[in-house]
């Protein structure tokens, strides 16, 4: 738990703020500075007074803003509602309800097959009602909204009507972790994982990029019970030049390494693959594993339990995610749990900006990995 002290608030309430002191599992908390404006001024990414202050992504080939490496660049968005128009060819009983959002991506979806698409409006709960009745009635149905108005504000009816009955909805939750991050805790969806984990029945995938995002596809509203897909929302630099091996209850190994296994999953596999060459250059040979599947975990991963450190990565909370569900599996099967968890400490954030900003200020970023996992291999400076 993320060390917080109280604050008083308007109305003299008590909440809580992010400090530099490190939680228990030896994790940055939020900085003590994050709520000083001129602080704010100086990394030009909020809002103040109603300017906006926001620096734009770089576009430069074969890099992201944040350090990242690739090969290639295509929204995981884009690349989705491209299978689902060809699935959807192939097969009539495909339908796509949004909640009036994804305009400018859906439009092909929707243009060919009108009659089956559905903007169910700003009524989620509703959404997820019309989507349990479909599947239910022999169709294969996607929801594609953005993942807290996906999770959070549906969570009793995919409950009730999709994990109750085993309704096979792929439910797409846009924007994870702090992909919206100008928008404040609203969009902020780090706890989706956590919650969507615990329910019976739910497979939860998050690909890191768009060939592990069409991969996906074929497993997509199959089987019992709900999948919910976690995606972010811009373009990211594709990991794989080819459609890898993954789905529910796999992952896949995109760098080699002897010394400690990064198991990341959505674009912190990216981050985790800068990470990994700057340990190398400490010495550190570090092997990174894209974790797509959270629910059910790869039992392969068991095995670089048992014969390496393994740091998890994730743009979620360090509480009932990636690292949790690995940590769980460790102790199922009594092997070694994960020597670090990296995360999103356990308190929300009280300052808007750009989602390079907010990792920066929790060490999601390819530096703050790998002080992280230097520290805790003992090779820190």
């Known amino acids: 738990m993320a060390c917080v002290r109280l604050a008083r608030g308007r109305g003299g309430r008590a909440r809580p703020r992010w400090t530099r002191q490190r939680h228990a599992a030896g994790g940055p908390g939020w900085p003590a500075d994050s709520r000083d404006r001129a602080h704010h001024e100086r990394e030009g990414r909020l809002l103040h007074g109603g300017e906006q202050r926001l620096a734009l992504p770089l576009r430069e080939p074969g890099r992201t803003r944040d350090g990242a490496r690739g090969t ?8 989705l509602i491209d299978e689902l128009t060809t699935l959807a060819a192939h097969d009539p009983k495909v339908v796509l309800i949004v909640n009036d959002v994804g305009f400018s991506v859906v439009e092909p979806f929707q243009q060919r097959f009108p009659d089956r ?13 019309v989507a349990a009745g479909l599947a239910l009635t022999g169709h294969r149905v996607f929801v594609y909204a953005i993942a807290p ?46 919650m969507l984990r615990a329910l019976p029945g739910v497979r939860v995938l998050a690909p890191c990029d768009s060939f592990e995002t069409r991969a996906l596809v074929p497993h997509l509203g199959t ?3 709900p999948i919910y897909l976690r ?24 760098r080699a390494g002897e010394d400690v296994t990064l198991v990341a999953c959505g674009t912190m596999v990216q981050m985790s693959l800068a990470a990994a060459d700057r340990l190398a250059a400490r010495g550190v040979r570090a092997g990174v594993v894209s974790a797509v599947s959270l629910k059910p975990l790869d039992p392969a991963l068991l095995g670089e339990l048992r014969t390496r450190p393994v740091v998890t990565v994730e743009e979620h909370s360090t509480i009932g995610g990636l690292g949790s569900a690995l940590a769980e599996a460790a102790a199922d099967a009594c092997v070694p749990a994960p020597r670090l968890r990296i995360g999103v400490p356990d308190a929300y954030a009280e300052v808007a900006g750009d989602q390079g900003y907010l990792r920066s200020l929790v060490g999601l970023t390819a530096e703050g990995i790998e ?3 230097a520290d805790a291999l003992g090779r820190g400076a």
Do not use: W
């Open 371 to 373: 002080r992280r996992v």
């Open 117 to 129: 698409f559905i903007n169910a409006g700003v009524a989620e709960a509703n959404m997820i009602g």
């Open 149 to 194: 108005f996906t999770t959070y504000r549906c969570i009793e009816q995919i409950r009730l009507d999709l994990c109750r009955t085993k309704a096979p909805v792929t439910l797409v939750g846009l924007g994870g972790g702090f992909t919206y991050g100008q928008l404040g805790t609203t969009h902020h969806p780090t706890e989706d994982v956590a």
């Open 231 to 254: 995606l972010e929302k811009a373009g990211q630099q594709d990991v794989h030049t080819t459609l890898p091996a993954v789905g529910p209850g796999r992952s896949v190994r995109v």
């Open 223 to 225: 089987g019992e019970g």
């Open 72 to 79: 290639g660049r295509l929204a995981v968005r884009a690349a």
